[in-house]
């Protein structure tokens, strides 16, 4: 059974610039989630989709982040426009059912310049 | 004040020894209690879940739970190398997260010496 996938695995991007990551969950798990941890803090939520409804987005930092979710299989998530203190590592996760457990996707590492 | 409190280390053991990761954490409705392992440049893996208070087992890892002092506790026998790696607490409550809401410590960055 093939894992979480996230693309790209590293981007680099200048301030004001729009970036979209994508993750693949594993094949039948309804739940998705957003994490990211920025340098030197620990791994925090964003957001959590269950199919393609969002169940709670109260770890989006602003409106500069929108995550989709359309047909409720990959999920993307876009920054718009980047600003410096969105570098990190942005972690996808994925359950079958809720409260399971998670799997956790490579991460996707954003540089900002 | 951080939810979930976690020393980074690095912590740095000799192979055979008896590791012992800690947190603690402020939120009393935190129910389900989790220990991730992650290697470099890789993503979080569940190496143990707990529920309540108590001790849980699973070969060489011992995960230990105190609510009534809010501290978890993860065990590691007879350490290997291949065990150096950065361990993650995780916690979440069924009220306000649904299960679902994971809040992470820091992490502790473990390294076993030959």
């Known amino acids: 059974e093939?894992?979480?996938t996230q693309f790209p695995s590293h981007s680099v991007?200048?301030?004001?610039?729009t970036v979209t990551l994508r993750c693949d969950p594993i094949s039948g798990h309804d739940n998705l989630y957003w994490y990211?941890?920025?340098?030197?803090?620990?791994?925090?939520?964003?957001?959590?989709?269950?199919?393609?409804?969002?169940?709670?987005?109260?770890?989006?930092?602003?409106?500069r982040f929108l995550a989709e979710r359309t047909g409720g299989t990959y999920s993307t998530l876009k920054v718009q426009p980047a600003e410096l203190e969105d570098s990190g590592v942005y972690f996808c996760a994925s359950s079958r059912d809720r409260g399971d457990t998670q799997y956790f996707g490579p991460g996707t590492r954003l540089t900002v310049l | 004040?951080?939810?979930?409190?976690?020393?980074p280390g690095p912590l740095s053991v000799p192979e055979g020894a008896i590791v012992s990761l800690n947190c603690t954490y402020s939120n009393s409705a935190f129910q389900y209690f989790m220990w991730y392992r992650q290697y470099s440049?890789?993503?979080?893996?569940?190496l143990m879940y707990t529920y309540s208070s108590?001790?849980?087992?699973d070969g060489r890892f011992t995960a230990q739970v105190d609510k009534s002092s809010k501290y978890i506790s993860l065990f590691i026998r007879d350490s290997q190398p291949s065990d150096s790696a950065t361990y993650l607490?995780?916690?979440?409550?069924?009220?306000?997260?649904?299960?679902?809401?994971?809040?992470?410590?820091?992490?502790?960055?473990?390294?076993?010496?030959?």
């Open chain 1, 2 to 4: 093939a894992g979480v």
């Open chain 1, 13 to 17: 991007i200048e301030k004001g610039q």
């Open chain 1, 36 to 63: 990211r941890r920025v340098m030197g803090k620990e791994i925090k939520f964003l957001l959590h989709f269950v199919k393609e409804s969002k169940q709670d987005e109260s770890g989006m930092p602003n409106n």
């Open chain 2, 1 to 7: 004040q951080k939810e979930v409190e976690q020393d």
């Open chain 2, 41 to 46: 440049r890789k993503g979080p893996e569940l």
């Open chain 2, 54 to 57: 108590g001790n849980k087992e």
């Open chain 2, 89 to 114: 607490c995780a916690m979440s409550d069924w009220v306000t997260g649904g299960g679902n809401k994971l809040t992470f410590g820091t992490g502790t960055q473990l390294k076993v010496e030959l």
